[in-house]
């Protein structure tokens, strides 16, 4: 893991938390339009191109939003000092919709001194 924080380690705190910040809620939001546009649209027009294109599309950047989420985790985990268990709650919360907000809402409010 030495890797990754020579590679993390070109950024400030700072911005890591709003990068990750901002990853945590695309991560969610992305889910959303998955949720609730695309598959119904896939659903609803499985002939469709223009349906198929769209849950190809979506599926794809919450995808990316996914694992930078949870490659995110790594550095924001010392800045703000989580535990073992903290961090694999964070993990965990990537696989349920909408939790990656949440915890980014509840762990990046602990104190970093």
């Known amino acids: 893991m030495d ?4 590679f993390f380690a070109k950024y400030s705190d ?10 945590a809620v695309a991560e969610a939001i992305t889910c959303f339009f998955l949720y609730v546009i695309a598959i119904p649209l896939k659903r609803y ?4 191109n ?3 294109i769209f849950i190809i599309i979506v599926g794809n950047i919450h995808g990316l939003f996914f694992t930078l989420y949870l490659i995110l985790c790594l550095p924001i985990r010392k800045i703000f000092k989580w535990d073992d268990e903290d961090f694999v709650f964070a993990l965990l919360a990537a ?7 949440w915890i980014e809402k509840k762990f990046t409010k602990m104190d970093r001194e």
Do not use: M, N
Request: charged share 30%.
């Open 14 to 23: 700072e911005k890591l938390v709003r990068y990750f910040k901002f990853v």
């Open 3 to 6: 890797f990754i924080d020579k």
């Open 95 to 101: 696989f349920f919709p909408f939790a990656t907000i």
């Open 50 to 52: 223009f349906a198929l």
């Open 45 to 48: 027009f499985p002939e469709e």
